[in-house]
């Protein structure tokens, strides 16, 4: 038997101090956090309107309203569109994503209705991603909305769901919680009609602690939107709408804002360590890499491998110092917020139980060194050669 060696460098998945120590810009937040505290305005100041304004440009939207977290940014988006009012109203979601997704639905009154991924399978197939082939099959007469999710940082196909929406005359929110920056066909994510972002402290544009927004070029819908994150009142106790209170603070848009001119670079950082991961780690059985749709620049907010394995090789690789994580363990549908009135019978998303057994994320981010990739992609070769008397 031979004697386990000792990790020569540890990888951990995702830390926060990290990215703001190798990024250097701790002074930069600090002084913001700071400038905030000084200026006695901490809620709806020019913190948040300086930010609502740069990030609704940098997604090529006429409008942003910052909120107080991705989920509240979806249901409200929901809410704005009059989703929930009617009895037995249905949204579509992918039945593989976080549950955040289907949690905006059910908070509206509405239920979740899920659509397949297309089916896991041969190495290169795109299988995270809601398939716009199986839009057709889910629609109901009480289908009120789509809400495409542009999973792990790679934009869903939205001129697809667009055509299959204008069709059926519904509307389209993308989940754009893990894709700032993305782009499909040349557009950012969020240019077209309504988006909503999360900022968790996680995410490619992270704030220090929650936070969402959405973008639209409607202003119609950004009014209602404003109205609804202040308790449905834009004039001090004069409420027109049953709104919410969901308000992105001065503290957290002042972050925001010294990060956003840097969320390019630190996407690129993120693009090139996926090309060396998919690069090394091609040849290896056992293991499905993500797929790039060609119209797709995915911002890579998770590298997510496939393995039937999949447990096997989180062994090794933490025993090799490497964090890794799942995304997502457990599918929505099987959880128990949903077990007790699933939208669909459980056999009629085999694809989202399968992404559930077999989903691995390698660590990734723009704080990463060369060294602790070089790290990753040995221990996972290492590993992953492991698998092969196991096929």
């Given at each position: 038997?031979?004697?386990?060696?000792?990790p020569?460098?540890?990888?951990?998945?995702?830390?926060?101090?990290?990215?703001?120590?190798?990024?250097?810009?701790?002074?930069?937040?600090?002084?913001?956090?700071?400038?905030?505290?000084?200026?006695?305005?901490?809620?709806?100041?020019?913190?948040?309107?300086?930010?609502?304004?740069?990030?609704?440009?940098?997604?090529?939207?006429?409008?942003?309203?910052?909120?107080?977290?991705?989920?509240?940014?979806?249901?409200?988006?929901?809410?704005?569109?009059g989703?929930?009012?009617?009895?037995?109203?249905?949204?579509?979601?992918?039945?593989?994503?976080?549950?955040?997704?289907?949690?905006?639905?059910?908070?509206?009154?509405?239920?979740?209705?899920?659509?397949?991924?297309?089916?896991?399978?041969?190495?290169?197939?795109?299988?995270f991603?809601?398939?716009?082939?199986?839009?057709?099959?889910?629609?109901?007469?009480?289908?009120?909305?789509?809400?495409?999710?542009?999973?792990?940082?790679?934009p869903?196909?939205?001129?697809?769901?667009?055509?299959?929406?204008?069709?059926?005359?519904?509307?389209?929110v993308?989940?754009?919680?893990?894709?700032?920056?993305?782009?499909?066909?040349?557009?950012?994510?969020?240019?077209?009609?309504?988006?909503?972002f999360?900022?968790?402290?996680?995410?490619?544009?992270?704030?220090?602690?929650?936070?969402?927004?959405?973008?639209?070029?409607d202003?119609?819908?950004?009014?209602?939107?404003?109205?609804?994150?202040?308790?449905?009142?834009?004039?001090?106790?004069?409420?027109?709408?049953?709104?919410?209170?969901?308000?992105?603070?001065?503290?957290?848009?002042?972050?925001?804002?010294?990060?956003?001119?840097?969320?390019?670079?630190?996407?690129?950082?993120?693009?090139?360590?996926?090309?060396?991961?998919?690069?090394?780690?091609?040849?290896l059985?056992?293991?499905?890499?993500?797929?790039?749709?060609?119209?797709?620049?995915?911002?890579?907010?998770?590298?997510?491998?496939?393995?039937?394995?999949?447990?096997?090789?989180?062994?090794?690789?933490a025993?090799?110092g490497?964090?890794?994580?799942l995304?997502?363990?457990?599918?929505?549908?099987?959880?128990?917020?949903y077990?007790?009135?699933?939208?669909?019978?459980?056999?009629?998303?085999?694809?989202?139980?399968?992404?559930?057994?077999?989903?691995?994320?390698?660590?990734i981010?723009?704080?990463?060194?060369?060294?602790?990739?070089d790290?990753?992609?040995?221990?996972?070769?290492?590993?992953?050669?492991?698998?092969?008397?196991?096929?």
């Amino acid at each position: 038997m031979t004697k386990q060696t000792r990790p020569t460098i540890q990888v951990p998945f995702y830390d926060l101090r990290d990215v703001h120590e190798a990024m250097g810009i701790q002074p930069q937040i600090e002084e913001a956090l700071l400038r905030v505290a000084a200026s006695g305005r901490y809620l709806l100041g020019p913190e948040l309107a300086a930010f609502e304004e740069r990030f609704a440009d940098y997604c090529g939207a006429a409008h942003c309203v910052a909120v107080g977290s991705g989920l509240d940014a979806l249901q409200l988006t929901l809410r704005a569109l009059g989703v929930g009012e009617g009895e037995g109203d249905e949204v579509m979601v992918p039945s593989h994503t976080y549950i955040a997704t289907w949690l905006a639905v059910s908070a509206c009154g509405a239920t979740p209705a899920p659509v397949e991924p297309g089916e896991p399978g041969r190495r290169g197939a795109d299988t995270f991603l809601l398939s716009p082939d199986r839009l057709e099959a889910a629609l109901t007469p009480r289908t009120k909305a789509v809400m495409p999710v542009h999973l792990y940082g790679h934009p869903a196909d939205l001129n697809a769901v667009q055509a299959f929406a204008d069709r059926h005359g519904l509307p389209v929110v993308e989940d754009a919680a893990q894709a700032h920056g993305a782009r499909y066909r040349g557009r950012r994510v969020g240019s077209a009609y309504a988006a909503a972002f999360s900022f968790y402290p996680g995410k490619n544009l992270g704030a220090l602690g929650d936070g969402g927004a959405v973008v639209t070029s409607d202003a119609e819908l950004a009014d209602r939107l404003r109205l609804l994150r202040n308790y449905g009142s834009r004039e001090k106790y004069r409420h027109e709408l049953r709104g919410v209170n969901s308000r992105l603070d001065e503290l957290q848009a002042a972050v925001l804002s010294v990060k956003l001119p840097l969320l390019d670079a630190w996407n690129t950082r993120r693009q090139e360590i996926a090309a060396r991961y998919t690069e090394a780690l091609a040849d290896l059985p056992g293991i499905d890499l993500p797929a790039v749709a060609e119209w797709a620049e995915p911002v890579w907010h998770q590298y997510v491998l496939r393995s039937p394995h999949r447990d096997h090789l989180q062994h090794r690789l933490a025993e090799a110092g490497v964090e890794t994580l799942l995304h997502y363990p457990v599918p929505v549908h099987r959880s128990g917020a949903y077990a007790a009135r699933r939208p669909r019978p459980a056999d009629e998303l085999p694809h989202a139980e399968r992404l559930a057994r077999e989903v691995l994320s390698l660590p990734i981010g723009p704080h990463l060194s060369d060294a602790a990739v070089d790290a990753v992609i040995v221990a996972t070769r290492s590993a992953a050669l492991t698998l092969t008397g196991m096929e």
